[in-house]
């Protein structure tokens, strides 16, 4: 099979999507057939998007896996508040949840695809490997699962207690690992997140309000989303390095 046509993670993913979006019309209809049609579904959406991998590629270029996937987010969570409100059961049962987690995981996975094309195209000006404190990575990751699980909990009324949700929370705080990253800096932006020479995610020099250093600590404040960074490079001077490249970067962009 040539390359060019192989299925990556990005197609994969597209076809699971394209599975629960059918899966989730079937049950909604009451159709009997609901998990072949979310097979056949998933099947013919990632074999059309393998047979053609110039349009994905195009795709992913212009960010087109944040959209569906936020589209993917969005409209079952809209679909089942107002079910919730209204007093009435989530249309297709569990079926709006995995289109959630679906989108989720295509935003994921495009970005990161989307990120190793900048790298493997175009010019790397500098490349740092970085941790990230061990506190703060359990705190950031404790405080997501934890809003993430009671989010789906309320929304889509899965029977979600406190006790789950912490428990939940903790132990994905616990095997997340150690977060080794990778910084990356290229001309069209910053790449942040990347984890064993593949993935991560392309903040454009528009969204970054700052790079700074201090020491090996490396700092990134961004507007797009509005949160700050904390890394610990391997020395002062692979800090200062990265900085000196972003500053460059950014004054270019």
Do not use: K
Request: some cysteine; hydrophobic content about 50%.
């Amino acid at each position: 099979m040539s390359d060019s046509l192989r299925p990556n993670t990005t197609t994969v993913v597209w076809g699971g999507l394209c599975g629960a979006v059918v899966g989730w019309s079937a049950a909604v209809t009451g159709a009997s057939f609901v998990l072949l049609a979310a097979l056949g579904g998933g099947l013919v959406g990632g074999g059309l998007v393998s047979l053609a991998p110039g349009l994905r590629d195009a795709a992913v270029d212009r960010r087109g896996h944040l959209l569906v996937g936020g589209l993917a987010v969005l409209l079952p969570t809209a679909v089942a508040g107002r079910a919730q409100l209204a007093g009435d059961p989530v249309p297709g049962g569990v079926y709006p949840m995995v289109v959630v987690l679906a989108g989720l995981v295509l935003a994921s996975a495009g970005e990161g695809y989307l990120v190793d094309r900048r790298i493997a195209a175009g010019t790397v000006l500098a490349r740092v490997d970085a941790t990230t404190p061990r506190t703060r990575q359990f705190l950031f990751h404790f405080l997501a699962s934890a809003a993430a699980l009671y989010g789906v909990g309320l929304v889509f009324a899965a029977e979600t207690d406190l006790f789950v949700i912490l428990v939940g929370a903790v132990t994905s705080a616990v095997f997340v690992g150690a977060d080794d990253q990778e910084l990356v800096v290229l001309e069209d932006g910053l790449v942040v997140g990347r984890s064993e020479g593949t993935g991560g995610t392309l903040l454009p020099w528009w969204a970054v309000d700052a790079v700074t250093a201090d020491e090996e600590t490396i700092r990134l404040r961004q507007s797009l989303p509005p949160l700050p960074r904390q890394r610990v490079a391997a020395s002062a001077e692979a800090a200062r390095t990265l900085v000196d490249a972003a500053r460059r970067a950014r004054r270019r962009g």
